[in-house]
T-cell receptor, first 117, second 112 residues
Framework: GAVVSQHPSRVICKSGTSVKIECRSL??????MFWYRQFPKQSLMLMAT?????????EQGVEKDKFLINHASLTLSTLTVTSAHPEDSSFYIC?????????????FGEGSWLTVV | QKEVEQDPGPLSVPEGAIVSLNCTYS??????FMWYRQYSRKGPELLMY??SSGNKEDGRFTAQVDKSSKYISLFIRDSQPSDSATYLC????????????WGLGTSLAVNP
């Protein structure tokens, strides 16, 4: 199947700093990528939908100035957590859509654990 | 009421048991139904995919969709300890709306 690479897999940063997480579709072009956040023992919470070359669409309650999303190419989207605080510590997961709109074309990265100290 | 309801468990079964997982939903516009498996500290992995109503079988896994009842199921036969994971259902409507709607996930432990 298609491969989505997410980097870094784990990151620890100091409170007040910014951290960038990359999501790459390795063997396909993804016009749409999704960013999720997942707290322990909870389901995936969609943060934003990222379309190549346009502004991301954020879900209600997600601060777009805090979680900056850039989808500069068909194979790369980045999530930058700005001025991170301990409450931002979480598991962040990206997914990329191969296209077609059916649902079986969405592939997930391995996730990135962010710890803010 | 959430659009998708899924009992979070945990569910604990002995090795070799048949496992039944299910989700209910309220939006009749959903057309595509997926089951994902997520191991601890990993991203979700697509396990089964079904379009509209019906059954789909893949090895030890069977997915069922009953749109009239708005109910989907995943059955695991001859369960193995390696099946221990969280199983999430997800679904979406047709067309260009590519957002998946997720269940909470059911935590499954298969005991040797």
């Amino acid at each position: 199947g298609a491969v989505v690479s997410q980097h870094p897999s784990r990151v620890i940063c100091k409170s007040g700093t910014s951290v960038k997480i990359e999501c790459r579709s390795l063997d396909f072009q993804a016009t749409t990528m999704f960013w999720y956040r997942q707290f322990p023992k909870q389901s995936l919470m969609l943060m934003a939908t990222s379309n190549e070359g346009s502004k991301a669409t954020y879900e209600q309650g997600v601060e777009k100035d805090k979680f900056l999303i850039n989808h500069a190419s068909l194979t790369l989207s980045t999530l930058t957590v700005t001025s991170a605080h301990p409450e931002d510590s979480s598991f962040y997961i990206c997914s990329a859509d191969l296209g077609g709109g059916s649902g079986n074309t969405i592939y997930f990265g391995e996730g990135s654990w962010l710890t803010v100290v | 009421q959430k659009e998708v309801e899924q009992d979070p468990g945990p569910l604990s079964v002995p090795e070799g048991a048949i496992v039944s997982l299910n989700c209910t939903y309220s939006n009749s516009a959903f057309q595509y139904f997926m089951w994902y498996r997520q191991y601890s500290r990993k991203g979700p992995e697509l396990l089964m995919y079904t379009y509209s109503s019906g059954n789909k079988e893949d090895g030890r896994f069977t997915a069922q969709v009953d749109k009239s009842s708005k109910y989907i199921s995943l059955f695991i036969r001859d369960s193995q300890p390696s099946d221990s994971a969280t199983y999430l259902c997800a679904m979406k409507g047709a067309g260009n709306n590519r957002k998946l709607i997720w269940g909470l996930g059911t935590s499954l432990a298969v005991n040797p």
